[in-house]
């Protein structure tokens, strides 16, 4: 059952990444880069001032639209970017360096 719910989780992640409503850029923390597979994995930085913490949100794995944008970032640096949705995978359209 816990499997189905984080297949779930995902889907539902990857959909509202696609809306409208995440159209501006978000920001957070790059933890793992796969050159390789073309693939960046960013803790999301929560916004907003819903209670007193301003933790990190959940860790997101994205294919880059470009492999050359992977070159600039490492783990543990802050980015901010632009994720759309490309045939059903979130793909980071954008990636910058804070």
Same mark, same amino acid.
């Given at each position: 059952?816990?499997?189905? %719910?984080?297949?779930?989780? +995902? /889907?539902? !992640?990857? $959909?509202m990444?696609g809306?409208?409503?995440? &159209?501006? #850029?978000?920001?957070?923390?790059?933890?793992?880069?796969?050159?390789l597979?073309?693939?960046?994995?960013?803790?999301?930085? %929560?916004?907003?001032?819903? +209670? /007193?913490? !301003?933790? $990190?949100?959940?860790?997101?794995?994205y294919? &880059?639209k #470009?492999?050359?944008?992977?070159?600039?970032v490492h783990?543990?640096?802050?980015?901010?970017?632009?994720?759309?949705?490309?045939?059903?995978?979130?793909?980071?359209?954008?990636?910058?360096k804070?």
């Open positions: 059952m816990g499997t189905a %719910q984080f297949i779930l989780a +995902g /889907a539902a !992640a990857v $959909a990444l809306s409208p409503a995440f &159209a501006d #850029d978000l920001t957070g923390m790059v933890t793992r880069i796969d050159r597979g073309n693939t960046i994995s960013i803790q999301e930085t %929560q916004k907003g001032t819903v +209670g /007193a913490s !301003a933790g $990190a949100g959940a860790v997101q794995q294919k &880059a #470009d492999a050359a944008m992977l070159d600039a783990a543990g640096d802050r980015v901010t970017f632009a994720v759309t949705d490309s045939n059903g995978a979130a793909t980071i359209t954008k990636l910058q804070q």
